[in-house]
């Protein structure tokens, strides 16, 4: 999953920086320079209006207490600039502290996470289970629960952390995950599959074996293509910290998790790029757990919970 080009937190941080500043100059400044001007002009206008009285002339309409009052409230009123800066602090800092802190939205863009989640899929990822983190810097504030196997996860790709990537965890620090002939072997047991149907993509016209997993304590379905091989396309892939901790081969490959790492693999086995090709990922690297699908307007049957 592929994030935009342009950095959302970076320019919502700026954003909150620049009409943060904006709001407390109104605040502590404009609004009180308007406050002083309406008083003046209101005080004005009924001096105005006691000496026309003491004269015995009547006052015209301007000078009645409603054209006051509207007056005075016109004077208060924010100027345009204004409004769209100090008067969008407000909102621009509740979405910055919902997505940075709370949930954050993403768009599931491949099918490499079929058949959990397709591509249009609008998820939500959970941003405190892991630990709360500085926006940006990502240095954590607190300490949370430790991802688990079979966790969907969003991070930035270790490559390239300016790229969102969405997979599940199949390896925790320590563990030794083996993929080989498209079986999966966690620390020497076999991860326990039964075949559940056939799965029709329609974007390649393709039906796939789909299989029910158990990771952990995560039941979820994956998806064989029986005609692919089971060693990594491509061959052994290059370079990537820790390389030496994994052995490829013509049947799959094997790889010792180091500490603090993760392995992660796409459901949809045989489509997806993942720890089999650039490596582990750091628990820094770690954006938050994704927990549920809000929206496909490609269809709705997804809608739901993410297992």
Known sequence: MEAPAVNFTLLLFILLLVTGAFWVVEKFRFSRQRIAAANAAAHALRTR???????????????????????????????????????????IAFVFLLRSFVAEPFKIPSGSMEPTLVPGDLILVNKFIYGLRLPLVHDRLTSGEQPQRGNVIVFRLPKDPAIDYIKRIVGTPGDTVSYE????????????????GEWFDPNSMVYYQQYQEMLGKTRHRILINPQAPAYVLGGPPGDFPHRENCHYNTEGFVCKVPQGMYFVMGD?????????????????????????????FGGLKNIGPIH
């Open 268 to 296: 949809n086995r045989d489509n997806s790029e993942d720890s089999r090709y650039w490596g582990f990922v750091p628990e820094r690297n770690i954006v938050g757990k994704a927990f549920f699908v809000w929206m496909n």
């Open 49 to 91: 209006r006691e000496e026309l009285a003491k004269q015995g002339i009547a006052p015209d309409a301007s000078l009645s207490d409603e054209n006051i009052a509207a007056a005075r409230e016109n004077l208060l009123r924010q100027p345009w600039w204004l409004e769209w800066t100090a008067g969008l602090f407000p909102v």
């Open 181 to 196: 002939n498209k079986h999966l072997v966690i620390n020497g047991v076999p991860v326990a599959e039964k075949p559940d």
